[in-house]
C-alpha cells in the first residue's frame, strides 16, 4: 500500500501536538539556505542496555538479515548502519554504580566522580563539543529533550549524584543540562513565548527582555565580588545562564518557520509522550532552530514499565534477568519498541526534503545505551546505530563489526570531525578516529 | 572500590550521630549554607504569597537536583541557562495575570479510546491504541468540567474502509449530534468543533453509523476511534489575582506616575527581595520602568519592566546568607532569620508580620523567635512540612510513583493512589503538627480512609464522602500506610529489601551501603522444587559478608510481606508460601513476628528520635549535619526528649540553634 506524504504525516501525530503544527509548519526557505555544509547531529539515549544476541546481525557489510529487535528497521535499511563492537571502558569499575558511570559518561567517555554531593564532575559530552563549535549558527545552540524528569524521592544509584544517571548532556565538567520533558515547554523554546504577541509590543518587550537581562547580570556580577569562593560559583552558573539567555534574546524573532498550535500541557501516557517529543525534535530541525539534540528514552536505570507492548514489570528490575526466558523476551519486546521509536525519527527526517536530498543526508542520528547486557552491566559490546550521511562522510545501510572494546571515544571523535568539528582527542580514550566510514 | 574493602570491617550502616562530649554548643562553628536558590516548591509558594495567585509557574521547571534525601539542598541545586529562561516566561505569566492582560490557560482532558474510562455497544481494542466498531454503535466516555465555557471537542477516528461510501461518524454530546462525519483516513483523523458547555458531567459518544460488510469480497468497514479531548474553556479573560493590591500599592492617577512607580518598587522589592532595597537598588530597577516609556509603552508596560527585573534577579532566585569573604562567622540579621524561618516552617516567603519584626531586629530576641515559630507551626501555611519535608522524608511523594502492574492489580487506578496519599498526609499530619509525640509516627493505631480505601482494606466503609479517622485491626504506624507500601514494592511483586531499605535509609538513619557488584537481582531458582521468597534470599543470612547489612533490612523488610504489592494484608507470598514475618532486630536484639510487632520494637531503638532530628535538621538548613554539628544536635536532641517528643518543640529547638542563628566561615 503507498501512502501519500500528508498520510504518513497524519500517521505520525502524536495527540498532544495535534495535526495542525505539521500541516502548517512545513519548512520554510530558511533551513533550506543554510549553508550547504551545516551538519546536524542527534543522539538518541535508551536505558539499561539492549540484549546483544538479539540485536547484533549475522554477516557484516550490507543486505544484513534484520535481527529481532531491528525489525522496525524495514524500509530504511539503507539509511541505518548498525555498528558493534564499541565498549566505554570509561565505566567499568569493579563496584556497583554502573548505571551512573554509564549514563554520566554515555557522550563523555571521561570517568565521572563518585559523589552524591555537590561535587560532581565529569568530561564535556560530545553534542556540547559540537554545540560549542557551531551552536553560533543556529537560535539554539542546542536542544536537551527527555520524558521523565526523574522523581525527587529516593536515591539515586550506589552513592552517586543523581546528575549523573538523569544527563548526558554536559557543557563543562561540572555542569549538565537537563532535559525538557514538558512538550509545552519544548514547544515556547523553539518559537519563544512572545509568538502571539502584536509586532510592536513584541518588540518592546525584546529590548525590555534585553536590558533586563543585562542589568540582573551586572547586579549578579557586584554582588559575586564580596562573596567566599563557593558561593560565587553558585553566582558563576546564574552569570553564564544569563549571558547565554541574554545572546538568544538578541536573535530571537528571525527563522521562517510557522510554529503552529502550541500543544497542550497534559499529562501523556509514554508512548504518545514519545512521539510527541521526537515529532517536536523533528520540527527544530526541520526550521533549523538547532543542529544539535540529545534525547532520553528515560534516566539512567528507568524503571519505565510497558503495559502498553504487554511488559508489566519494570524495566530495570528484569534488565537483571539472570537468563530467565520470559525476562529476556520481555527485554527484546522492550527494545523493538525503542528501535521502533528511532526508526519513525529516522524516517520523518528521510522525508524531510533539502535542496538536494533529505535532512537525514546532512545528519548524523545516534541510537545508543549505556551498557548492552543488563544482567552484568556489561560496557563493552554496546549497541549502536547510526544513521545519516553527514554530507558524504557516512555511508550508511552496513553493519560495521570493529575490534573488540574499540573505544567508543573514537566513533566520537570521528562524529566530531564528520561534522566538521576540529578536535585531536575526544574523553578519556578517543585518540584515533575511525576510518573508512564513508565506503 | 573502598566499599569492597571496608565491607566485613566496618560492617553496615551507622551514622556519624552521637554527642561529643568535646564540643560546647555555645562555641562550636555554628557551619555555613551556601547560596540557596529557591527550588520548586518554595517558587511557586512564594509567587502564591506575593501575588495571591493559583499559579504555578515553577510545576514547568527542570527537576530540582536531589541530594541526601531532600530537593533544598542549598550546594546540590544548580542554575543552568533553561531555569533562566523558565524564570523569565514565570514572570510574564504571573505580570499578565496581574494586569489581566490576554486568557486563562486552557487545560485538555483526554480520554483514550482504548483505556479504562469508556464504554462501547460493541467493538474491541484495536492496535493498541484506539477501539473498533465492528457494527453500528457507539463509543461513550465522560469528562467532568469545572468551568463553563467554550470548548474544543477533538476526536481522532479512522476507518478501515471498504465499499461505495467511507465510514461516517457521528458525534454526540450529551445525547445530542454535534457533526456528522465522512471519516476518509486510513490513520487518525481529527475532527474538531467548538462547543459551548455548563459546567459539570457530560458524555461525549462517537456513533458508528454504516457498517457495511461483504465477505464474499472479503470487504469490512468500521470504524475506529482513538481518543477524545475536551480543550477549554477556550477566551475566557483573565482576572487579577486576589494579591493584587498588595503589588499595586498605589494608583498612578492619584500620587502621579512617577510617585507610584517607585512606590511599587520599594514596596514589592521588599516582599520579594525578602529585605529592604537601597535607594541605589531602586534607581537601578526604575531604569527599566524609564526606558519602558522611552520605548513608547505605558504605564503598566513600565512597572511591568520594573517588577520583571525584581523576579529575575539572584536576590529574588537565590535566599540565604553572602557570606563574608574573611572574618569570622557572624549572627544573622532580623530579614536572614525571617526568611531562613519561613521557608523551613512555609516553604515560602516570610509574610507581613515577620518582615516588620525582621525590620527591628526583634526576630534576634529567643522569646520572640519562639513564638514566631509557634505562630507560624499553627498556621495553614504549616502544612509545606508535610508536603515537602514528610513528603520527601517520610515517602509521601514516592506514591506519586508507584507503578503497579495493570495486569496483576487492575484494581489499582488514580483514584486509589489518591485516596493512599491522602490517607498518608493526614496520618502524618495528625502527628506532627498536633500535641503529640513524634515517635507515634511509628506506633500510632490510627488511620484515615474514604469509601475506597476503606474497601481497599477490607474494613466497614465510612457514611458520605472524604476522609475518616478509623482504627484498623493490625494496622499501626507509617509502616502499614497502603501508598507507602505499594511505592515500596516493584510492579510485579513486594520486594522485602526495597522496603527493608527504605526502613533504615529513613527511619533509623542507617543507609546500607551499595551491594557489592554482580548481585542485584534474584538467584537462578536452582532447585526442581520452588522456593519461597524468604528462602530465595537465603543466602543473605547464610553469607556472613551478606549478613553484615542484611540481617537488619531483610528482618523488617519481611515482617513486612503480611502486606502485599498493594498494602493489602494477606497471608501467602507472591509466590504461594506462607509468610514467615519473623525476625530479631540485629543479632540478639529484640524479636517480632509481623509488622505491629516491629512497630513496638522500632518506637523503642533510640536510632528513631536521632534520626528524626536529623532528618529535620537538615531540611531547616539546606546542609546536612557535620561532625561539627554533633554538639547542636546533641543540645536540639535533648530538648526533643524533654518535650516528649513534641515535634513542634524539635522545630523550636532547631530554630533556637546558633546553627541556625549564625553563619560561620568554615565551608
Known sequence: MSWSRRQLLLRGAGVALALPVLRSALPRASWAAAPESAGRFLAFYVPNGIQMPWFTPTTEGAGFALPDILRSLEGIEEHVSVLTGFANLQAEQQSSGDHARGTGSFLTCSPIRHTAGNDIENGVSVDQAIAQAKGHETLLPSLQVGIQPGGNTGDCTAGYSCAYTRNIAWASPTTPLPNITDPQVLFDRMFGVDVGLDPDKRALRKQLRASILDEVATEATSLQTRLGLDDKAKLDEYLTAVREVEVRVSALGGGGCEPGERPPSATLAHAEHVETMTDLMVLALQCDLTRVATFMLGPGASNQTYDFIGVPAAHHQISHHQGNEKNLDDLVRIASWEVEQYARLVTRLAESPMEDGSLLDSSLVYFGSEISDGDSHHHRDLPVLLAGGANGAHLSGVHRRFAEDRPIAELYLWMLHALGVEAESFGADGLTPLTGMDS | ?667
Open chain 2, 1 to 667: 572500590m573502598r566499599w569492597i574493602l571496608l565491607f566485613g570491617v566496618v560492617g553496615c550502616g551507622g551514622g556519624g550521630g552521637g554527642a561529643d562530649a568535646g564540643l560546647d554548643a555555645a562555641t562550636a562553628d555554628p557551619g555555613r549554607v551556601v547560596l540557596h536558590r529557591l527550588n520548586r516548591a518554595e517558587y511557586n509558594n512564594t509567587v502564591r504569597d506575593l501575588f495571591g495567585t493559583a499559579l504555578r509557574p515553577a510545576d514547568r521547571f527542570p527537576s530540582d537536583d536531589f541530594g541526601l534525601g531532600f530537593d533544598n539542598q542549598a550546594h546540590v541545586l544548580s542554575l543552568s541557562p533553561l531555569h533562566i529562561e523558565q524564570y523569565d516566561q514565570a514572570a510574564d505569566e504571573l505580570l499578565d495575570e496581574l494586569f489581566a492582560v490576554g486568557f486563562i490557560p486552557t487545560a485538555t482532558q483526554t480520554i483514550e479510546a482504548e483505556g479504562p474510562d469508556v464504554t462501547a455497544d460493541n467493538g474491541a481494542v484495536w492496535d493498541l491504541t484506539g477501539w473498533v466498531l465492528w457494527t453500528e454503535g457507539a463509543l461513550s466516555g465522560d469528562v467532568w468540567l469545572d468551568q463553563s465555557g467554550d470548548y474544543t471537542l477533538q476526536v481522532d477516528a479512522y476507518g478501515l474502509q471498504g465499499g461505495d461510501e467511507p465510514v461516517q461518524m457521528a458525534v454526540i454530546v450529551d445525547g445530542v449530534e454535534v457533526d456528522v462525519h465522512d471519516v476518509e483516513a486510513e490513520a487518525s483523523e481529527a475532527f474538531s468543533a467548538r462547543l459551548s458547555l455548563d459546567a459539570g458531567m457530560h458524555t461525549v459518544s462517537m456513533a458508528f453509523l454504516n457498517d457495511y460488510k461483504d465477505p464474499a469480497l472479503g470487504i469490512d468497514r468500521n470504524l475506529v476511534v482513538d481518543r477524545f479531548a475536551l480543550t477549554g474553556p477556550l477566551e475566557v479573560p483573565r482576572t487579577p489575582p486576589a494579591g493584587r493590591g498588595l503589588v499595586l500599592t498605589c494608583d498612578p492617577a492619584v500620587v502621579g506616575e512617577g510617585v507610584c512607580v517607585a512606590q511599587i518598587t520599594r514596596d514589592f522589592g521588599l516582599r520579594a527581595w525578602r529585605r529592604p532595597l537601597s535607594e541605589a537598588e531602586v534607581a537601578t530597577k526604575l531604569q527599566h520602568y524609564t526606558t519602558a516609556r522611552g520605548l513608547g509603552g505605558d504605564w503598566n508596560e513600565g512597572v511591568r519592566a520594573v517588577l520583571r527585573s525584581l523576579l529575575l534577579s539572584p536576590h529574588f532566585i537565590y535566599r540565604g546568607t553572602p557570606n563574608p569573604l574573611v572574618g569570622v562567622g557572624r549572627t544573622l540579621n532580623g530579614h536572614e532569620l525571617a526568611s531562613r524561618l519561613s521557608y523551613f516552617i512555609w516553604s515560602s516567603t516570610p509574610d507581613d508580620r515577620l518582615l516588620q519584626l525582621a525590620a527591628t531586629d526583634a526576630l534576634t530576641d529567643p522569646a520572640v523567635l519562639d513564638a514566631e515559630a509557634r505562630r507560624m507551626l499553627t498556621d495553614p501555611r504549616a502544612t509545606a512540612l508535610i508536603d515537602n519535608l514528610a513528603g520527601q522524608w517520610l515517602g509521601i511523594r514516592k506514591i506519586e510513583e508507584a507503578q503497579p502492574a495493570a495486569s496483576l492489580y487492575p484494581e489499582f487506578d488514580e483514584g486509589l493512589r489518591a485516596s493512599m496519599k491522602r490517607e498518608a498526609e493526614l496520618f502524618v499530619q495528625g502527628i506532627l503538627l498536633a500535641d503529640r509525640s513524634a515517635l507515634e509516627l511509628m506506633s500510632a493505631p490510627e488511620t484515615w480512609v474514604d469509601q475506597r480505601l476503606a474497601a481497599h482494606y477490607g474494613i466497614a466503609v465510612p457514611d458520605g464522602p472524604g476522609m475518616h479517622r478509623v482504627e484498623v485491626p493490625d494496622r499501626i504506624g507509617l509502616m502499614s500506610k497502603s501508598g507507602l507500601l505499594a511505592a515500596l514494592s516493584y510492579p510485579t511483586r513486594t520486594s522485602p529489601v526495597v522496603r527493608g531499605k527504605w526502613v533504615l535509609e529513613n527511619l533509623m538513619c542507617t543507609p546500607p551501603p551499595p551491594p557489592p557488584p554482580g548481585v542485584e537481582g534474584l538467584p537462578a531458582q536452582q532447585s526442581d522444587t520452588a522456593m519461597s521468597l524468604r528462602e530465595t534470599m537465603e543466602q543473605h543470612r547464610s553469607d556472613p559478608v551478606c549478613a553484615a547489612c542484611h540481617v537488619k533490612m531483610d528482618a523488617a523488610g519481611f515482617a513486612l510481606e503480611p502486606f502485599d504489592a498493594l498494602g493489602r494484608a494477606r497471608t501467602l507470598d507472591d509466590y504461594g508460601f506462607p509468610i514467615d514475618a519473623t525476625g530479631t532486630w540485629g543479632e540478639g536484639g529484640p524479636a517480632f513476628d509481623g509488622p505491629t510487632e516491629l512497630a513496638a520494637v522500632l518506637v523503642e531503638d533510640p536510632a528513631f528520635p536521632t534520626c528524626i532530628a536529623s532528618k529535620t535538621f537538615t531540611y531547616a538548613l539546606g546542609r546536612p549535619p557535620t561532625d561539627t554539628d554533633d554538639a547542636f544536635l546533641a543540645e536540639i536532641e535533648a530538648a526533643f526528649a524533654t518535650a516528649d517528643h513534641r515535634f513542634t518543640d524539635l522545630v523550636v529547638a532547631i530554630v533556637q540553634s546558633r546553627a541556625f542563628r549564625e553563619q560561620g566561615v568554615t565551608p
